[in-house]
């Protein structure tokens, strides 16, 4: 029960982060400044670096190792995927996404238990993360339209 509960949350807040990218451009997605000085498409490659984290978790059956640094673990994905465009960065997104999915479902409920560092790293890594993602995105999205609006941008 626990293990579709958690998945169900997983799925709204993924539906939630991609309504939040419908009314981009894909020359939206590559202006920067949506978090800090990152772009969508960015942040798209972000949230797929980490979803890769929780998909090796889930299948290992045990939390990932501890990043000492976190941001560090960011710039090299940013920097590693920076030849990207918008289309490939949405592709690899769908992909990990899936592969998160087929994770789920292959691995045992157990996992899931509220309060283990599994679930934990899972949480960060998934809906905690695409809804801090998707308010990020419809905030700056908001702005960038009325600079825009107003000759600003």
Do not use: N
């Not at 059956?61 to 490939?88: I, Q, S």
């Amino acid at each position: 029960m626990i293990k579709e509960q958690v998945r169900a949350a997983i799925d709204d807040s993924w539906r939630s982060f991609r309504q939040a990218l419908e009314p981009l451009t894909s020359a939206d997605m590559e202006v920067p400044g949506v978090c800090g000085d990152w772009s969508v498409k960015e942040v798209l490659i972000h949230v797929s670096a980490w979803e890769t984290r929780s998909t090796a978790s889930l299948l290992a059956g045990k939390p990932g190792p501890a990043l000492e640094d976190p941001d560090g673990f960011d710039e090299v994905e940013r920097e590693r995927h920076k030849d990207m465009d918008v289309a490939e960065a949405s592709t690899q997104l769908d992909a990990t996404h899936r592969a998160l999915r087929d994770a789920i479902d292959a691995s045992a409920p157990e996992l899931f238990s509220s309060g283990s560092s599994l679930r934990k790293e899972l949480d960060d890594g998934t809906s905690l993360h695409y809804d801090e993602h998707a308010d990020g995105i419809r905030i700056w999205y908001a702005l960038y339209r009325r600079a825009r609006a107003s000759g600003g941008g």
